[in-house]
């Protein structure tokens, strides 16, 4: 690989990780219209698995402005990406995956009064470089765990 090759190489995984933060940004902070324009005009994001819906991007925000208005307080953690360019059908250089694992802490009342929400899985990213920068075609969550907090269970005496 060249110099030119490797710095450009840099700068797309850059970017790519910039909307991966920029989802978790805007579904946390109930941003919706800087989600739907984190995709492209055809992307798709798929929250089955963490009992949501599948759909357009269009469709999919205004499930999540509904549902997220359970939790005023959510913080998406997204860590261990793994970034691969070049993996779609038919790439020209242009496509990107990223699996990442996310942590997903939210509050049910802000007051803490109400029991914490916990979760835990993957994301599946699937990018395409467009004229407007990378842009998501596909979200797929994969969902592993919850816990909500509640009383804990008393030890059985043996």
């Known amino acids: 690989m060249t ?4 710095l450009a190489t840099v700068m797309d995984r850059l970017a790519v990780d910039e909307v991966v933060t920029d989802y978790a940004t805007a579904v946390d902070d109930g941003d919706w ?4 324009g984190l995709f492209a005009p055809d992307g798709r994001a798929d929250y089955r698995s963490a009992g949501g819906i599948e759909g357009d991007a269009v469709t999919v925000a205004g499930w999540l402005a509904e549902s997220m208005l359970l939790f005023p307080m959510r913080q998406h953690l997204i860590v261990n990406r793994r970034v691969r360019f070049g993996t779609l059908e038919q790439d020209t250089g242009d496509t990107a995956r990223v699996r990442a694992d996310y942590v997903n802490p939210m509050r ?3 007051d803490g009064s109400v029991p914490d929400f916990v979760c835990g899985g993957r994301y599946a990213f699937a990018l395409l470089r467009t004229d407007d920068g990378w842009r998501l075609i596909e979200v797929v969550v994969e969902e592993k765990w919850r816990r909500t907090a509640g009383p804990r ?3 059985v005496a043996e």
């Open 33 to 36: 219209e800087g989600y739907r």
């Open 3 to 6: 110099q030119r090759v490797e």
């Open 108 to 110: 049910f009342d802000p």
């Open 153 to 155: 269970p008393v030890p």
